[in-house]
């Protein structure tokens, strides 16, 4: 059975960094190097939306709204998904959600952007 674990998420201020991380059991490691790894976030009121995507090194998009601030990447040995994000703001408040090949989803970590 796949399941998806982020962590990471809290409260920071304006222009801080927090790093999540998405855990990924049960994937073998086919899917995990191969298949689409994302994540998404959802504000309050809002739709989802992308934020980052990764298939390999040498592929990664991000957001708009993102773009330039976080990093998207991946530890195939660990089966972890990595989101840097930096510069953040309080826009950026929301909660975040990896995926796995559209179709593995975890149940989402809180990041809340406040002074």
């Known amino acids: 059975q796949v399941q998806l674990m982020e962590s990471g998420g809290g409260l920071v201020q304006p222009g801080g960094s927090l790093k999540l991380s998405c855990k990924m059991s049960?994937?073998?490691?086919?899917?995990?190097?191969?298949?689409?790894l994302a994540w998404y976030r959802q504000a309050s009121g809002k739709e989802r939306e992308l934020v980052a995507e990764?298939?390999?090194?040498?592929?990664?998009n991000y957001g708009d709204s993102v773009r330039g601030r976080f990093t998207v990447s991946k530890n195939n040995v660990r089966r972890t998904l990595y989101l840097q994000m930096d510069n953040l703001k309080p826009e950026d408040t929301a909660t975040y959600y990896c995926?796995?090949?559209?179709?593995?989803w975890g149940q989402g970590t809180q990041v809340t952007v406040s002074s």
């Open positions: 990764i298939v390999s090194s040498d592929f990664t």
């Open positions: 049960g994937i073998i490691l086919s899917v995990f190097t191969g298949s689409r």
């Open positions: 995926s796995a090949a559209d179709q593995y």
